[in-house]
Each structure stands twice: as C-alpha cells, then as structure tokens.
C-alpha cells in the first residue's frame, strides 16, 4: 500500500474517531446506594431465560444464624471491617448495593477500547481478529454493534437468571444479613429486609466476570482483579459473609456455564465470512434487485462486516425471515428520488441543532456503540426509580436481548437486499460521520434504539413518551449525518419495534407483573 493511500486511511480513521469523542462517554455513573423500591420476595419464582426454574441449580442449606460455624463468620466481617483501609473504603462505595450496573458500565468500558477497526496491512490485505489468537494483531475483538450487543445481551440474561436463582434461596431461608444479626456492624449501604444467603453481589460478581473474560479474552487479569475487589467489598460492607459469598459464586458459575454452552453454539464464530462467500451474497442481491452495495471506504475492505450475524440464534424468534421488513425503493422510484433530494437539502442547509443530533447519536469507533448507548440509558433510569439488583438485571437482560434479537434482524435485511448507501448513489454527496462497512438498508441505529425504547417503556411507562422520542431522534440522525435514507430509518424503527414485541411477550409471561 502507497504512503499516500496510508495517510488517507489513517486520517479518515482519526476523523471518524474524533467524532465519536463529542460526545463524552465517562466510565462511572455518579449514584450512590439508596433504597430499593421493593424487594419482590416472590422472584424466585419468575421463569428464568435459560435455566428451566430458580431451583435448577442446587445450593447447600446455609448454617442458623445462631450456630458457631455462622458466629465465627460474624467475627470474620467484623475484623475485616476493623482495619478496613481507605482504598477499601472506596471500593465498597463503588460498588453499591447494586452492581449490576457496575458491571454494565465496565462491559460498556472494554467494549469502546475494542471499538476500534484492524487496520490494514503493509500490502493492502488484512487479518481479521482471530479469538483463537486473541494478542493479534490484530487484537481480539473487534468490538463493533452486534458483537457489543451480543456481549451485553449474554452478560444480562446470566445475571438475571442468576439472581431469579438466588431469589430462590434467599426467601426459602431466609437469613438475615450480618449487620441485621450484630448490631454493632455498621451497614455502608441503604438497610433492607433483603435476606442474606446467597449472595446476590457474589452472583452478579462472578457471572459477569465469566462471561466478560470469554468475551474480552485480554481482559481476563483485569476482570479477575475487579471481581477480587468487589467480592471483597461484599465482606467490607457488613452485608454478607463468607458462605453467602460462596453460594452466590457457585450460582455465579453454574449459570455463566450454561450461558457461554450457549453462545458457542450460537452461530456467532461464522458470522463474519471469507470473501468468496461475502461475493456471493452481494451476487445474489444483484440477480435478485439489480443493485448491491459497494464498500467505498480507503483502503476498500474486502467484506463487509458480519455478512451473516443473520444467522446467529435469537432470542425470542425462531425464524428471522419471519421479520424482514418490505423492499425498499426501487431505484428509478419516485419515492427513491423524494429521498435523493431529502438528503441532499439536509446536506445543503446543515444547521447546528441537526449538527448536534447527529454526533451526539453517533456512537461510532471508540466508543460503546449504539447497543452501548441505550445501556447507559437504561442505568441512568433504574438508578431513578431505585430498582433492585433483580429488576435491574430483568431490565437489562430484556432490553439486550430485544437489541440482539433486532440486530440479527436488520442484518438479515441489510445483507439480504444490499442496498447502497446515498454515498454511492448522489453524485457528490458528502456524509458528516464516517461510512459504516455493510449495506444501507435497514438503518442499525434505528433498529437497535426502536427496540431498547420498547423495553424501556415497558418497564418505566411513565417514561414511554420520552424513550420513543429518544430512538426517533437516534434513527433520524442518521438521516442527517448522510449516513442513511430516510426509508431505512423509518423502516428500521418499525423493524425494530416488531421485533421488540417478542421479547415483551416472553417478559410479560415471566410471572414478574403478577
């Protein structure tokens, strides 16, 4: 490759990087802990996701809160608690009564420092990520759209079936919690009547931890550091002792397995396809439509991204054709035409405010991507209305799994009709963002954010109105940054509230609105 053709890639790249930074993506939401709005003592007996109940996994019975073996444990968190350091001290502030949210923010965290494309190499070719070889180069993974949303989706649902498990126990046996049996422990959070054993924290700790290192193989030594210290901070906070700790990691790992048996089976390991197959089918779209999308990125990379994340099992549909959404324009339409105008006044007479839409929604290389975005959302909301650590982990894993499920989808539509980008079409044209590697129609924004927003209103209505308005505006900005018609934004939203229903009907059915 030309030094000139080099400095053209690495410029567009630091462009396209730069953009993404407008808006800023800091790692921790300022929250502290607070007071749960309810306990739901009946949740160990909502339908977990994957498991078949909350009694799928079996724990020993805890030892009486007044048997020596429980008294020697009290002594335990009370010397601990003695010599607490100041590091340690901040450390249970951290990690608050619910760490579900921690840990989504540390996944949004290694999913925008693996956000970024393999560059090419000296002879123009390039090597994809190879998890077999995850030190590269390049590094392991390319933590784009739907290998973030894939990541988020497999992390929520284990820690939701495994608190559904802990829930379980917890209400069977009832043990109280080590401050709420020595009163001279001084609680760090907000008090609850939540029993003790198993832990929900050591769940979520060692759940997440699993499935992040899976995900994130580099990050394994980081991973296991940041468990440590929440586990830790278990003990340090007066809330739990050792054998809580201990059932939860076990609930931890057994529900991590059966997530990851899952996600190794699930068609994700061939989703990005050698170039003979990626031709083949663009060739299809061809002879099918008479259009195909070409990539005009430089250096041109020689496949698309993730032609057959369609084929990767969803969540709550069997069959994704089932979802595709119509056609869109033929390109000598008169609707095709209305939108070549559409984008090139939109281009012609940019104003701050659609300046300002369409880099805040961005969400490009660098950063936690779209999926990503609509977490941090999602946090922001259960902090506000003070859900516990099982509502939080329903949400997030209802809300992922709609996100997955209407990435497959728009995926299917994208590599299906392969439709070109305005880019490639008006003569001329100039998009404000970069120029995403795979077709145009659907829009991924709009599908991801039309799907989240369905979830989200499920779970707070008195938000719906405004989580709506949310992904219209996510889908239009696309529009605006030239990145996509108008047909695939609108198109899109609808695609992804169709295929957001499903998912609400396995969440309505799992005895939480009972």
């Known amino acids: 490759m030309s030094h000139n053709k080099t400095y053209i890639y690495l410029l567009a790249l630091l462009t396209i990087f730069l953009a993404s930074c407008e808006k800023d993506t800091p ?24 498991q078949e109940s909350g009694s799928s996994i079996a724990i020993d019975a805890p030892s009486n809160s007044d048997s020596q073996a429980y008294l020697n444990e009290i002594q335990e968190v009370k010397t601990l608690m003695s010599n607490i350091t100041s590091d340690q001290k901040r450390a249970v502030t951290y990690w608050t009564n619910n760490p579900a949210i921690r840990w989504n923010e540390i996944a949004l965290e290694l999913i925008a420092k693996y956000n970024l494309i393999p560059g090419p190499n000296e002879d123009g070719t390039y090597t994809l990520p190879n998890p077999s070889n995850p030190e590269g180069p390049p590094a392991f993974p390319f933590a784009h759209p739907p290998y973030a949303c894939r990541a988020l989706a497999y992390m929520s649902v284990a820690q939701f079936d495994g608190l559904i498990t802990a829930w379980n126990y917890k209400f069977q046996y009832n043990r109280e919690a080590p401050y709420q049996v020595d009163t001279s422990i001084d609680y760090a959070y907000e008090a609850n009547n939540l029993p003790s054993y198993p832990s929900d924290g050591a769940v979520v700790a060692r759940a997440s931890k699993n499935i992040l290192t899976a995900m994130f193989p580099l990050e394994a030594e980081y991973l296991e550091s940041l468990e440590a210290e929440h586990l830790q901070s278990l003990l340090l906070s007066g809330g739990n002792v050792q054998s809580d700790i201990d059932a939860g990691v076990e609930i931890g790992d057994a529900v991590s397995t059966t997530a990851l048996n899952r996600a190794a089976n699930d068609g994700m390991k061939n989703a990005q396809t050698p170039k003979a197959v990626s031709d083949s089918i663009k060739q299809a779209a061809y002879d099918r439509f008479g259009w195909a999308w070409d990539n005009l990125e430089i250096p041109e990379r020689p496949v698309g991204l993730t032609p057959l994340f369609s084929q990767v099992t969803m969540w709550s549909i069997d069959d994704v054709e089932s979802v595709r959404p119509i056609p869109p324009p033929q390109l000598d339409s008169q609707e095709f035409l209305d939108d070549v105008a559409l984008l090139i006044d939109h281009a012609q007479n940019m104003t701050e405010e659609k300046r300002r839409i369409a880099n805040f929604w961005q969400d490009g290389l660098g950063t936690y991507t779209p999926p990503g975005h609509w977490n941090r959302i999602a946090n922001e909301m259960m902090v506000k209305h003070n859900l516990n650590p099982l509502q939080t982990t329903r949400t997030l894993a209802y809300m992922n799994m709609a996100i997955m499920d209407s990435g497959i989808s728009c995926w299917d539509a994208k590599y299906y009709y392969h439709y070109p980008r305005p880019i490639q079409l008006i003569e001329g044209f100039e998009t404000i963002a ?44 696309r529009v605006y940054g030239g990145i996509h018609w108008s047909f695939d934004a609108t198109v899109g939203t609808e695609q992804g509230r169709e295929v957001a229903q499903y998912v609400l009907n396995i969440a309505k059915a799992d005895g939480a609105d009972q």
């Not at 709005?37 to 996701?49: F, V």
């Not at 599908?447 to 209505?461: D, G, H, K, W």
């Open 27 to 50: 790692r921790y939401l300022p929250y502290k802990s607070y007071a749960y709005s309810e306990l739901n003592e009946n949740g160990g007996n909502w339908i977990p996701i994957l």
């Open 434 to 477: 970069g120029t995403p590697n795979f077709p145009s129609y659907t829009s991924g924004h709009s599908v991801f954010s039309a799907a989240a927003s369905e979830i989200l209103a499920y779970v707070f209505p008195d938000e719906a109105s405004k989580v709506r308005a949310w992904a219209e505006e996510a889908a239009i900005s």
